[in-house]
């Protein structure tokens, strides 16, 4: 069992910055990857970004390329979203996601990770 603790949302204007957390813990494997997934109000949740344990990252989403960046720190099972200027289409809940094993990057990429966290409100005010 793995355990994704989420921090770091809240209320930010436009043109702002934020940084989100995720802490991994439990039962983690050697080969895994941690992403970072965002569902807004009405809309499916979509993937925004992941990264393996080795550094490999995956495309961004179109929406937040070049103002997102995803980073980790792998001594502390931890997982970062910085998110710069920041747009109101940005608001909505952000999800961590960890998969790990056998197929672990595709399944991530495709939605199907192994463990979500609980997922954290991020809005951006105009």
């Known amino acids: 069992q793995v355990q994704l603790v989420e921090s770091g949302g809240g209320l930010v204007q436009a043109g702002g910055s934020q940084r989100l957390s995720c802490a991994a813990s439990?039962?983690?494997?050697?080969?895994?990857?941690m992403g970072w997934f965002r569902q807004a109000p009405g809309k499916d949740r979509e993937l925004v970004t992941a990264?393996?344990?080795?550094?490999?990252?995956?495309d961004y989403a179109d929406s937040v390329k070049g103002r997102f960046t995803i980073s980790r720190d792998n001594g502390k099972n931890t997982v970062y979203l910085q998110m710069n200027s920041l747009k109101p289409e940005d608001t909505a809940v952000y999800y961590c996601?960890?998969?790990?094993?056998?197929?672990?990057?595709?399944?991530?990429?495709?939605?199907?990770?192994?463990?979500w966290g609980q997922g954290t409100q991020v809005t951006v005010s105009s």
């Open positions: 439990g039962r983690i494997l050697s080969s895994y990857a």
């Open positions: 990264i393996t344990w080795s550094g490999t990252v995956a």
């Open positions: 996601a960890v998969a790990q094993g056998s197929t672990f990057w595709t399944r991530l990429l495709n939605g199907r990770p192994d463990y």
